[in-house]
T-cell receptor
């Protein structure tokens, strides 16, 4: 059983650009959540997807959007990047929606210049 | 609006002694509380959890205590080992588990 993987590991973008981050969940996990972790802060919940539908959303603007695919992979898309979007982006998968335990990937470090 | 708070950014203890990490929350609807451990360049790893119907849960050297009236939980590590040195996050969720709120973390350093 493979763990949760994320790509790329690091990324540099400029303000106004768009970015797509990718996550591959553990096999059989049909729920994925995305988090933003700014420096010195804890992970902030962006949204959760369950069976390819959004299942919950945190206080993030619509320019943060996601997709989940049947093969247990998912994407986080951020449009019109701002300097404050610089952070570590974590995805976490769980076996089912409503499962208390999530398995995190190592994250993608995004720097917006 | 920080619904889960960890007010101690760092903690240093001697190997073999007890480590106590604290966490406070404001939302009385939270039903489930978790502790995660994070090493550099890795994602958080689940450590231990407790539901609101309990006041204590133990797993080996790790014990979590929940005081619902004070909206406070703590993680005790006994005895502390150098390998426990990491950042510890507490997290909370309502019963639907579709949104988790994390604290800002406490960096634990266990000195040999």
């Amino acid at each position: 059983e493979t763990g949760v993987t994320q790509s790329p590991t690091h990324l540099i973008k400029t303000r106004g650009q768009q970015v797509t981050l990718r996550c591959s969940s553990q096999s059989g996990h049909n729920t994925v959540s995305w988090y933003q972790q700014a420096l010195g802060q804890g992970p902030q919940f962006i949204f959760q997807y369950y069976r390819e539908e959004e299942n919950g959303r945190g206080n993030f603007p619509p320019r943060f959007s996601g997709l989940q695919f049947p093969n247990y992979s998912s994407e986080l898309n951020v449009n019109a990047l701002e300097l404050d979007d610089s952070a570590l982006y974590l995805c976490a998968s769980s076996l089912v929606a409503g499962a208390e335990t999530q398995y995190f990937g190592p994250g993608t470090r995004l720097l917006v210049l | 609006d920080q619904q889960v708070k960890q007010n101690s950014p760092s903690l240093s203890v001697q190997e073999g002694r007890i480590s106590i990490l604290n966490c406070d929350y404001t939302n009385s609807m939270f039903d489930y509380f978790l502790w995660y451990k994070k090493y550099p360049a890795e994602g958080p790893t689940f450590l231990i959890s407790i539901s609101s119907i309990k006041d204590k849960n133990e797993d080996g050297r790790f014990t979590v205590f929940l005081n619902k009236s004070a909206k406070h939980l703590s993680l005790h590590i006994v005895p502390s080992q150098p390998g426990d040195s990491a950042v510890y996050f507490c997290a909370a969720s309502e019963s639907n588990f579709n949104k988790f709120y994390f604290g800002s973390g406490t960096k634990l350093n266990v000195k040999p």
